[in-house]
């Protein structure tokens, strides 16, 4: 089997990506359609991390495939973690990775109304929720999470969670969790934020409501097999490991998926076995070389968060500096294919590099040109990071 160089997988990511000027995608559609899907924890994640593929990209334009044409589908999937689908993938995450939570998210209910002090029929409690929250969506008007619980009696029982004083510890209403379970199984639907589209402020909606058409989840291996189809397309070569940290899920549905996309196996120059689809040309001939380019993404970006083993682009020390405690990566610097630092906004919202490696006169001008880029179209806007990695808290900024 024929060895992919780290050279070669850089050259791919920044062309396959479109996180170089001219590789850039014309609309969000495409970019999307290359990228499988975007990270969606952080509302801004979506539209920064568009920007920096697409050609004259507009907030309009995302807020439009967002909230208009619903072309793009906000979904609890891969590691309990929120993703801006493209509508023709929903069936295969929902029948996929969104079961997997959403059962892991049901069996925290009964352990929530445990906490809660509520024993008795706790099947017929939360089907009772169930039934009453979808009920008071029925008239297809777009509820917030406080509305729901104003409406529904059942959505404002208390539990107590972790250590009372302590960061996540105290008295919560059950609410957030039961609308959170409904939605990661396909019934309920984000519909329009209610915040600025940096934050993340959701209003709630029956799927049948948000959707013209509602998807039919795929049967589980047809949909894990259809999600590596798309990631190998969008990240492959890669391996085994991970394939299963993306998706959330297990060696033997990766394993699984791989047979049934026909995946081929290629050598990976820092060991072990990478894998691409049938038809992808690295398997038999060198990827193309690329000019050096700078990009400059958000945090949670899918680039960055697209593989488990990152040394083909990412140095080891640099991981304490950019990712938080939980593996969650902040802003990024890119130059030539790899990581070299991250980057941050001072008061007025203008963007600057942090640039943690010599990348010459070259890489520093033109991550520069990237930072005035970023900052001329977020006019003003200061982003608020939930994942703020070391580096950002640190910088010292001019």
Do not use: C
Not at 68 to 76: A, C, D, P
Not at 113 to 126: A, F, R, V, Y
Not at 153 to 177: N, S, V
Not at 218 to 234: D, Q, S
């Amino acid at each position: 089997m024929r060895m992919v160089t780290d050279r070669e997988r850089r050259a791919r990511l920044v062309r396959r990506h479109g996180i170089a000027p001219d590789h850039r995608y014309a609309d969000v559609a495409t970019a999307t359609q290359a990228m499988t899907a975007w990270h969606a924890t952080e509302a801004a994640t979506v539209h920064l991390a568009l920007h920096a593929r697409v050609h004259d990209l507009r907030v309009e334009d995302v807020e439009r495939a967002l909230y208009e044409e619903r072309s793009l589908v906000k979904q609890l999937a891969m590691r309990r973690t929120l993703f801006a689908f493209p509508r023709d993938l929903l069936p295969a995450a929902l029948g996929s990775a969104s079961a997997r939570v959403a059962a892991q998210e049901e069996k925290n209910l009964y352990k929530w109304l445990t906490s809660g002090g509520i024993h008795e029929d706790q099947d017929g409690w939360i089907e009772k929720a169930y039934a009453a929250t979808l009920a008071a969506l029925a008239d297809g008007e777009p509820r917030t999470t406080t509305q729901l619980r104003e409406l529904v009696p059942e959505l404002d029982a208390r539990f107590r969670m972790g250590t009372p004083g302590k960061k996540w510890g105290g008295e919560f209403a059950i609410g957030r969790w039961v609308i959170g379970t409904l939605a990661a199984q396909g019934r309920l639907m984000r519909a329009t934020n209610l915040g600025h589209w940096r934050l993340n402020k959701p209003a709630w909606t029956l799927t049948e409501s948000w959707l013209d058409e509602v998807p039919v989840p795929l049967a589980p291996a047809e949909g894990y097999a259809e999600l590596v189809r798309r990631w190998l397309g969008t990240f492959g070569p890669g391996t085994e490991a991970d394939m299963v940290w993306w998706l959330g899920s297990t060696k033997s549905a990766v394993r699984a998926a791989l047979a049934a996309v026909g995946a081929v196996e290629v050598g990976l120059e820092g060991g072990g076995t990478g894998w691409v689809l049938p038809d992808d040309p690295i398997a038999t001939s060198p990827e193309p070389e690329i000019e050096p380019s700078a990009a400059l993404l958000p945090t949670l970006d899918p680039t960055v968060m697209g593989w488990k083993e990152r040394g083909f682009y990412l140095d080891a020390e640099d991981v304490a500096y950019l990712f938080d405690s939980n593996g969650n990566a902040g802003n990024t610097a890119w130059w030539d294919g790899r990581i070299v630092g991250a980057w941050a906004q001072d008061d007025d919202g203008r963007v600057h590099p942090i640039v943690r490696h010599d990348i010459g006169g070259a890489g520093q001008k033109a991550l520069v040109a990237e930072a005035e880029r970023l900052t001329e179209w977020l006019d003003g806007v200061v982003i608020v990071n939930v994942y703020k990695s070391r580096q950002m808290k640190e910088a010292t900024l001019p």
